[in-house]
């Protein structure tokens, strides 16, 4: 199976802040991956799809990019209602997702 | 608008099977694949398998291949998921989940509330 490794596990940041999170396959996946974002009693939602297109509806301070085994997830300017948990899923070979990285505000 | 909605919560002793429905509405059932996912307590979102209501093609996860079954009724736009021989590691929310492209493979375009399956003696 293919690995899915996220970093950080959690993160604290100010409102405003630019915020990244990495997740790195241990294979090369191409560009088949995407990003979910999950709030509390929540089920997760689709924000970026294959690597870098953002879903219909979704704010464009949400961003990915990478390609590969190495991926990118960037909120421009951190919201309030950013808080969540953020995971990478690859489905180049059946499907996993990423540990998961919890945001909070700082 | 789409929209998947499970059956409710399960307590179920070790063992026991349990058996979640997904009623689907908003969209033609035929054209899409439905997955599984869980998530215990803690835990990572785990893929369990597919099913292409297209085609009837189905997929496991070798974790869960000998004691998982998806399965569905087109007249009812609806899918279901029996998992038996439950253990204490089972105790999940258990989601089902569409593809957003007509295909078995994709993004997970949108979520079933989710079931919580609790296993406990």
């Known amino acids: 199976d293919i690995q899915m490794t996220q970093s950080p596990s959690s993160l604290s940041a100010s409102i405003g802040d630019r915020v990244t999170i990495t997740c790195q396959a241990s294979q090369d996946i191409s560009r088949f991956l995407n990003w979910y974002q999950q709030k509390p009693g929540k089920a997760p939602k689709l924000l970026i799809f294959d690597a870098s297109n953002l879903e219909t509806g979704v704010p464009s301070r949400f961003s990915g990019s990478g390609s590969g085994t190495d991926f990118t997830f960037t909120i421009s300017s951190l919201q309030p209602e950013d808080i969540a948990i953020y995971y990478c899923q690859q489905y180049d070979n059946l499907i996993t997702f990423g540990q998961g990285t919890r945001l909070e505000i700082k | 608008q789409v929209q998947l909605v499970q059956s409710g919560a399960e307590v179920k002793k070790p063992g026991a099977s349990v058996k979640v429905s997904c009623k689907t509405s908003g969209y033609t059932f035929t054209r899409y694949t439905l997955h599984w996912v869980r998530q215990a307590p803690g835990q990572r979102l785990e893929w369990m398998g597919f099913i292409n209501a297209a085609n009837d093609d189905t997929r496991y996860s070798q974790k869960f291949r000998d004691r998982f079954t998806i399965m569905k009724d087109t007249s009812a736009n609806t899918a279901y998921m029996e998992l038996s021989s439950l253990r204490s590691e089972d105790t999940a929310l258990y989601y089902c989940?569409?593809?957003?492209?007509?295909?078995?493979?994709?993004?997970?375009?949108?979520w079933g509330q989710g079931t919580l399956v609790t296993v406990s003696s």
């Open positions: 989940v569409r593809v957003v492209y007509r295909s078995s493979w994709g993004p997970f375009d949108y």
